[in-house]
């Protein structure tokens, strides 16, 4: 992908989208990610107010209508795409949230009531309605097997200059089961790939430390680890979908399974 054929967040405004009314509404709690979804007959209308819309979207729609959908976000990294949520400056270490904000778009129905057979033009008009907006971050969606998972193709450097950039997750390790449980398995793919990619990933909640535990046999040698952490997850036997978050302002992200 060629840096001119992104879109320049400086130049988009949000465009505006008018709000459904009657027929039903999933109703949004503003201290969580979940979004609100306005439905009109055919029509629905997705809209949140949050630091991180598309995290928003991964968690409304697998909430409501049970996708199969990751989300790992671009490097948060220019100081304009930050928001300081420092709590206590006097303490000397300061917080920041990514520039956020309202995120609207609509999408249509399979039929009244039944969710859009088909994810990935609904998430295509999420990712298009967060670039208009001039959100941190360029996203694609890539569709593997039963999974979409949103990833970054761009982000604003330290100096705020437009660069290509990828996933952690698109990194290429190696990592031996050797017949072990799953969590030194997990363990050792996500020190694969801080080695391979240069972030530090911090992991938070996921099923392994204590519930499941199955063996893994299978060596894999250069392969993406997206596509090992889905084997893993399938060798547990339950679908479940995973945030690779960013630290802003630091080669860092948070890692949760749930």
């Not at 890539?142 to 761009?154: L, M």
């Amino acid at each position: 992908m060629e840096l001119e054929h992104l879109p320049n967040r400086r130049r988009f405004l949000l465009a505006p989208v008018a709000m459904a009314v009657g027929c039903s509404r999933v109703r949004a709690d503003r201290t969580s990610p979940a979004g609100t979804i306005d439905v009109s007959g055919l029509i629905a209308t997705f809209s949140v107010d949050y630091p991180r819309p598309l995290e928003s979207v991964v968690y409304t729609f697998v909430q409501e209508y049970g996708w199969l959908i990751t989300f790992e976000e671009a490097p948060v990294m220019y100081s304009g795409d930050m928001i300081d949520v420092t709590v206590n400056p006097s303490v000397g270490i300061r917080a920041y949230n990514p520039r956020g904000g309202r995120l609207e778009f609509s999408y249509r129905l399979r039929q009244a009531g039944r969710p859009p057979e088909d994810p990935m033009p609904v998430l295509k008009a999420a990712i298009e309605a967060h670039h208009r907006a001039g959100f941190p971050g360029c996203y694609e969606v890539v569709q593997v097997g039963g999974y979409f998972h949103i990833v970054p193709t761009a982000h604003y450097n330290e100096r705020g200059v437009l660069e290509l950039v990828q996933s952690p997750l698109d990194a290429l390790v190696t990592v031996d089961g050797g017949g072990r449980p799953s969590w030194p398995f997990f363990n050792d793919l996500v020190r694969a790939v801080e080695r391979s990619s240069g972030y530090r990933i911090l992991i938070g909640h996921n099923p392994f430390y204590q519930g499941d535990q199955p063996t893994i046999g299978q060596r894999f040698k250069n392969v993406q680890a997206r596509t090992i952490l889905r084997a893993l997850i399938q060798a547990a036997g339950k679908p479940r979908r995973w945030y690779l978050l960013s630290v802003p302002g630091q080669r860092q992200y948070a890692l949760s399974i749930v």
